[in-house]
Nanobody
Framework: QVQLVESGGGSVQSGGSLRLSCAAASYSQYAMGWFRQAPGKAREGVAV???????IYADSVKGRFTISRDNAKNTVYLQMNSLKPEDTAMYYC?????????????????WGQGTQVTVSS
């Protein structure tokens, strides 16, 4: 089991930026993803980065969000720019098998506790 700890959430105005961080022990062999869940909605995949650095993004965040990883620090980041009110949600970091190339949350078995992102108009 991989322990994951997210940080960096907060409240910003529309158009602002935030950077989320996810610290994990022994994560280098995993694919890492960011997911979000708004009240009353299903959890959705935002971005995934594989062990080799390959990335995939949800259409709703392409061009605005960037996922990256620093293997030396065992940390995954989500840089969020041009934030919109519809980005408001609890954001979760997750780890999955290294071959994963999917935004489907059911494929990821280890999850962090989440960090809240609130974007006001």
């Amino acid at each position: 089991q991989v322990q994951l700890v997210e940080s960096g959430g907060g409240s910003v105005q529309s158009g602002g930026s935030l950077r989320l961080s996810c610290a994990a022990a022994s994560y280098s062999q995993y694919a890492m993803g960011w997911f979000r869940q708004a009240p009353g909605k299903a959890r959705e995949g935002v971005a995934v980065i594989q062990r080799d650095g390959s990335t995939i993004y949800a259409d709703s965040v392409k061009g605005r969000f960037t996922i990256s990883r620093d293997n030396a620090k065992n940390t995954v980041y989500l840089q969020m720019n041009s934030l919109k009110p519809e980005d408001t949600a609890m954001y979760y970091c997750a780890a999955g098998p290294p071959t994963i190339c999917s935004l489907a949350s059911s494929l990821y078995k280890d999850w962090g506790q989440g960090t809240q992102v609130t974007v006001s108009s």
